[in-house]
């Protein structure tokens, strides 16, 4: 199991940025917490113009981060920053190291997600066994070998309902 990543903090003025970065191949996951603490407060003592100058400030600190390490913003609705990822779903069972989770399963769900493109989410077919009858749909992304993992796996994309 990786090491979980380090907090890393940056500085603009009287603004501050945590984030994280998760990986270290070709596509990283820059994790980015972008709250303003009693930004509501703040807001409301220092007027919409002065607040909007704060706010710009905040994006303009997330944007370099973001180019930095080559990431890309995608749009949200409200004030929020996205990230486009990649995900990975499967189920099975885990063990509980302390804090951290191990064991195939893990193992499965990270290569599945490695196989994943940009804005997509592949499940195994255990995932889409276990929901049959529910409200997700799923597109048959056909089977797939997962490096390390025995035999191959039917690999499906859930998509919008």
Do not use: C
Request: proline residues 2%.
């Amino acid at each position: 199991m990786p090491d979980r990543p380090q907090t890393r903090y940056a500085r603009n003025g009287d603004l501050h940025l945590a984030f994280q970065v998760v990986g270290s191949g070709e596509l990283d996951l820059l994790l980015i917490d972008t709250d303003i603490v009693n930004s509501t407060t703040l807001a409301a003592e220092m007027g919409d113009r002065r607040w909007r100058d704060v706010l710009d400030q905040h994006h303009a600190l997330l944007r370099a981060e973001l180019d930095r390490f080559g990431g890309r913003e995608v749009s949200t609705k409200g004030d929020g920053f996205g990230l486009e990822i990649r995900a990975g779903v499967h189920t099975g069972e885990v063990e509980v190291r302390g804090a951290d989770l191990g064991g195939l399963a893990v193992h499965i769900a990270a290569r599945v997600a490695a196989l994943a493109g940009d804005g997509e989410v592949l499940v195994s077919s255990t995932v889409t066994d276990l929901l049959a009858g529910s409200s997700f749909l799923f597109d048959d992304r056909d089977e797939r070998e997962l490096k390390g993992v025995p035999g191959t796996w039917r690999l499906f994309a859930a998509k919008e309902a």
